[in-house]
């Protein structure tokens, strides 16, 4: 008996870069899904499912939209306290000047 998926559904889905685009990997769950609903899947030895359910589970995963990237606190966009403080002395600055 062998266990794992059937090894020759590796060369079936063997990777390729447009796997990764989101798009491309919703077609491909679309059709997954579809051959997994068809009444034949059950018909298949259980290791050559095994590897449909796999690439299924991949597809999915990238099909899903990238996570926004969280920058760490100090990073451009976040100020320090020492550099909020520098702001507004320095907007406190203009204020005066520009009202004097």
Known sequence: ????????????????????????????????AKLMASTG????????RLAVDIEFGNMQMAAQPPMPSQAP??????????????VTEKAKAEALSMGA
């Open 1 to 32: 008996m062998q266990l794992g998926p059937d090894p020759r559904a590796a060369e079936i889905w063997a990777p390729v870069p447009a796997d990764s685009l989101p798009d491309v990997a919703a077609m491909r769950v679309q059709e997954l």
């Open 41 to 48: 899947y059950q018909k298949h030895p259980e290791p050559w």
């Open 73 to 86: 606190a100090g990073d451009a966009g976040q100020l320090t306290p020492a550099q909020s403080a520098d």
